[in-house]
């Protein structure tokens, strides 16, 4: 009897489709959050392990990381991956997008969202969280896959939790 495949993958115009759910461990993700920043309050230290344990739990990105608001801008901090854009307007892509909406932006094909910033052209999919502190955005969590359809609303949700432990350290 074959085993089954934890995913599988189609390939449709040469670009592969995630077509059925990953894998994510949300449950270690959640608790390796709740360890690392409890006690701590140093926002940078605790967007960078963020940015790691999404990273190690996560199967099928190619990019995580935080962009923090700077008067106007987003502008780049802790991640993993490829090098990134450091400066992004309000409201411009959909990092932009959702710091200005104050909404999670689920993207199936980045490349039908109007004005998405292409950091590294292997990105297909993507979501952006805000992070809110007293009701302001002052960062986003953006991830980023080379699948189309990577992010469900069920992955919006657990990733909630984890900026939910980030906000309770501000
Ligand atoms: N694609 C994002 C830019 C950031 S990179 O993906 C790391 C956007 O459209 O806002």
Same mark, same amino acid.
């Given at each position: 009897m074959p085993a089954t495949p934890l995913l599988n993958l189609g390939y449709m115009s040469g670009t592969m489709h995630a077509t059925t759910q990953f894998n994510t461990d949300y449950h270690s993700m959640l608790l390796q959050s709740k360890g690392l920043l409890d &006690?701590?309050?140093d926002f940078i230290a605790n967007l960078a392990n963020l940015s790691a344990i999404i990273w190690m739990n996560?199967?099928?990105?190619n990019w995580c990381g935080f962009y923090i608001k700077k008067q106007q801008q987003l502008v780049l901090g802790p991640f993993q991956g490829k090098p990134a854009c450091i400066r992004i307007e309000m409201g411009k892509g959909v990092c932009g997008t959702a710091a200005a909406k104050a909404s999670t932006q689920i993207v199936?094909?980045?490349?039908? /969202?109007? &004005?998405h910033i292409a950091?590294?052209?292997?990105?297909?999919s993507e979501i952006v969280l805000p992070i809110l502190q007293n009701g302001d955005v002052i960062a986003v969590l953006d991830i980023d896959s080379?699948?189309?359809?990577? /992010?469900n609303q069920q992955d919006g949700l657990e990733l909630q939790k984890v900026v939910n432990v980030l906000q309770q350290t501000l």
């Open positions: &006690g701590e309050t996560m199967p099928a990105i199936d094909d980045v490349h039908q /969202f109007p &004005g950091c590294d052209s292997a990105s297909n080379p699948l189309l359809q990577r /992010f």
